[in-house]
């Protein structure tokens, strides 16, 4: 089956948005990755970041990355505003979410499984308060899965009745740009993903 480019199917719904500036609620992982999608995005549309990271392990990193989101929005120059959303830790959820696939491959079905409960919510969220769109900064990692991000995405979209801003925020250098972005505002840069099986493994964004 031929991969879909979400890029292109983001340039689609720039190209018409005829002048409007749409609310989209963006699921953030961290602020590295966040950095080049809250700079690309905000030229076209009005952003509420969205920090829903249950399976950040230990808590302490959940509060050192949301502290750096946070950082980032209050000093990043926008076109369009940046507001941010926090949310519950509930870290019982995701290992609830995860349970009898703690020993999967990173990448594999137990992040497939924290793809969804993170944008789940975050669909959830985006209906309940009128957002026109929903999405996340997840693609832009290079070992993150974008097809089936999205793919998820759709799904939920379709379920929630809210659309779903597809991407990959990964092409046209944009991992490259965060990693710049990271530099430019002395981000702290994590070497794992985040929950402790990725940690274990010692695999990072």
């Known amino acids: 089956m031929n991969k879909i480019n979400y890029q292109l199917e983001l340039d689609k719904i720039?190209?018409?948005?005829?002048?409007?500036?749409?609310k989209v609620l963006l699921h953030t992982c961290c602020a590295?990755?966040?950095?080049y999608c809250i700079e690309y995005l905000s030229q076209y549309f009005d952003i509420t970041v969205f920090y829903y990271n249950p399976n950040i392990y230990p808590s302490e990193e959940y509060l050192?990355?949301?502290?750096?989101?946070k950082r980032l929005i209050s000093e990043m120059k926008t076109k369009n505003p940046v507001?941010?959303?926090d949310c519950d830790f509930e870290s019982e959820v995701f290992y609830e979410t995860v349970k009898g696939l703690?020993?999967?491959k990173e990448g594999g079905e137990r992040c497939f499984a924290c793809y969804k409960l993170r944008l789940e919510k975050t669909a959830k969220t985006g209906k309940e308060n009128n957002f026109d769109y929903f999405t996340t900064s997840l693609s832009i990692s290079p070992l993150k899965n974008a097809q089936k991000i999205n793919k998820i995405g759709q799904q939920l979209a379709k379920e929630y009745g809210i659309s779903f801003l597809p991407s990959d925020f990964k092409k046209r250098e944009g991992y490259k740009r965060s990693i710049e972005l990271?530099?430019?505002y002395g981000l702290?840069?994590?070497n794992y993903c985040g929950c402790e099986f990725s940690q274990r493994q010692n695999i990072g964004e």
Do not use: A
């Not at 050192?64 to 989101?69: D, F, L």
């Open 14 to 22: 720039i190209d018409n948005l005829g002048g409007k500036t749409p």
């Open 32 to 35: 590295p990755c966040s950095s």
């Open 64 to 69: 050192h990355r949301k502290s750096e989101q």
């Open 83 to 85: 507001s941010f959303i």
């Open 102 to 104: 703690e020993d999967c």
């Open 182 to 184: 990271s530099k430019e």
């Open 188 to 190: 702290y840069r994590q």
